[in-house]
């Protein structure tokens, strides 16, 4: 049995999502793999950063950027728990990013809503995986707030 699956990546990006839950933080969770290996992990630190580009994507493709020592990175996947914004969306064009799988839409921010061409054109995306999961988390954390 191959324990590298999408599901088992995407499950490593639920799991930086429960962590951004815990410290208060917009559950998103992200991380990037390269041949078979997760070479950076990370979640939405934009309150404890006082930063609002401190998305778990953008912190994610800093932390493979520097993991690789290369800018581009045309042979690596993002697993996301939710539809990249669109200034994620071009941090990864910009990274030229070779795979984007995302649990969630985000039919308010996501940045399908702009145009699907905001990626790289050589881009692979897929979506849906764990939606329901990521999804939930997310509407628990915005009840949490309101209550």
């Not at 078979?36 to 932390?63: C, F, G, P, S, W």
Request: with cysteine; proline share 4%.
């Amino acid at each position: 049995m191959e324990i590298y699956t999408d599901e088992y990546y995407m499950n490593e990006a639920l799991k930086q999502a429960a962590y951004a839950y815990e410290e208060g933080e917009i559950p998103i969770g992200a991380v990037v793999v390269c041949n078979n290996r997760i070479i950076a992990k990370a979640y939405n630190q934009t309150e404890k950063l006082t930063d609002v580009t401190a998305h778990a994507e953008m912190l994610a493709i800093t932390a493979a950027s520097d993991a690789l020592g290369a800018k581009y990175l045309p042979e690596c996947t993002l697993y996301v728990t939710l539809e990249p914004c669109a200034m994620c969306a071009g941090a990864l064009f910009w990274a030229q990013i070779g795979g984007l799988y995302f649990a969630a839409s985000d039919p308010k921010r996501g940045f399908l809503r702009a145009s699907p061409s905001l990626l790289h054109p050589k881009t692979k995306v897929q979506r849906g995986l764990y939606a329901d999961k990521s999804t939930e988390l997310i509407q628990q954390f915005f009840n949490k707030l309101r209550n």
